[in-house]
T-cell receptor, first 113, second 108 residues
Framework: EAQVTQNPRYLITVTGKKLTVTCSQNMNHEYMSWYRQDPGLGLRQIYYSMNVEVTDKGDVPEGYKVSRKEKRNFPLILESPSPNQTSLYFCASRAGHLGGEAFFGQGTRLTVV | AQRVTQPEKLLSVFKGAPVELKCNYS??????LFWYVQYSRQRLQLLLR??SRESIKGFTADLNKGETSFHLKKPFAQEEDSAMYYCALLISGNQFYFGTGTSLTVIP
């Protein structure tokens, strides 16, 4: 089954404690991206990657890092989480052709206290 | 600058009534536009893409370049249509800009 898998689904952490949210896709998609979803703000793109070792900032990259060492994986790293990073995070992948659908993960609800 | 605008945060319609969810975009190039739907406690999933001009679950959306709009329409709303709807603009192949979403409630 074609899917995007994020882990963990839920995470509560403390300010400053480094964490990583993993994202994996099994569709051999070139494009992967991370979003945060906040009430009243919709989804905002954090980072995206057009292929292995190619990453770029989205609209709200501050406080986040990503890496793309393999095509299937695109982890999101918070080196020093802060309470304003409490949010619902989605990973997505997409094939490169025109009109290609973006497939979303099931989401990771992060709370930073 | 907001590239995608969905003016209605909340929209309620009665079952069987027509529904229109508005979306306007700002982009000078050739847009790739999508509608995504998020049912309660589920992940986002694609509903429509303008390039395929398809009708999914009775929904249609027409790209109007003159008005820079991509409104989502359905002639007869069903209860199962209650969900959050996001209009999205894709630029340069991977930069997605989402609207703030419209929460649709279909009243039985």
């Amino acid at each position: 089954e074609a899917q995007v898998t994020q882990n963990p689904r839920y995470l509560i952490t403390v300010t400053g404690k480094k964490l990583t949210v993993t994202c994996s896709q099994n569709m051999n998609h070139e494009y992967m991206s991370w979003y945060r979803q906040d009430p009243g703000l919709g989804l905002r793109q954090i980072y995206y990657s057009m292929n292995v070792e190619v990453t770029d900032k989205g609209d709200v990259p501050e406080g986040y890092k990503v890496s793309r060492k393999e095509k299937r994986n695109f982890p999101l790293i918070l080196e020093s989480p802060s309470p304003n990073q409490t949010s619902l995070y989605f990973c997505a992948s997409r094939a490169g052709h025109l009109g290609g659908e973006a497939f979303f993960g099931q989401g990771t609800r992060l709370t930073v206290v | 600058a907001q590239r995608v605008t969905q003016p209605e945060k909340l929209l309620s319609v009665f079952k069987g009534a027509p529904v229109e969810l508005k979306c306007n975009y700002s982009y000078s190039g050739s847009p790739e536009l999508f509608w995504y739907v998020q049912y309660s406690r589920q992940r986002l999933q694609l509903l429509l893409r303008h390039i395929s001009r398809e009708s999914i679950k009775g929904f249609t959306a027409d790209l109007n370049k003159g008005e820079t709009s991509f409104h989502l329409k359905k002639p007869f709303a069903q209860e199962e249509d209650s969900a959050m709807y996001y209009c999205a603009l894709l630029i340069s192949g991977n930069q997605f800009y989402f609207g703030t979403g419209t929460s649709l409630t279909v009243i039985p």
